[in-house]
């Protein structure tokens, strides 16, 4: 079993930055994928960011240049840096770490309004 917790969310301008974090309960070296997606209401839940154990990142084309994806071993944590923020960012933010099976946290709201 993998606990994930996000924490950061909040609700922030047009424009302004905020940095979600991911306390996973292993070592993040031991996940095969990990990864923040995100759902706004009434949309289907989209990959935001990832990456995997190759260390292969990927964004998604609509925050490429805005967010960031990292992370700290010795902590167990992922972050999203997420920076020049738009309404449209506006979603429940999700982690997901994937070793063998797909595990997922509770989420954090993100609101992006002023």
């Known amino acids: 079993q993998v606990q994930l917790v996000e924490s950061g969310g909040g609700l922030v301008q047009p424009g302004g930055s905020l940095r979600l974090s991911c306390a996973a309960s292993?070592?993040?070296?031991?996940?095969?994928?990990m990864a923040w997606y995100r759902q706004a209401p009434g949309k289907q839940r989209e990959l935001v960011a990832g990456f995997n154990s190759a260390g292969i990142t990927n964004y998604a084309d609509s925050v490429k240049g805005r967010f960031t994806i990292s992370k700290d071993y010795g902590k167990k944590t992922v972050y999203l840096q997420m920076n020049s923020l738009k309404p449209d960012d506006t979603a429940v933010y999700y982690c997901?770490?994937?070793?063998?099976?797909?595990?997922w946290g509770q989420g954090t709201q993100v609101t992006v309004s002023s």
């Open positions: 292993i070592s993040i070296s031991s996940l095969t994928v």
């Open positions: 997901n770490g994937v070793i063998s099976i797909s595990y």
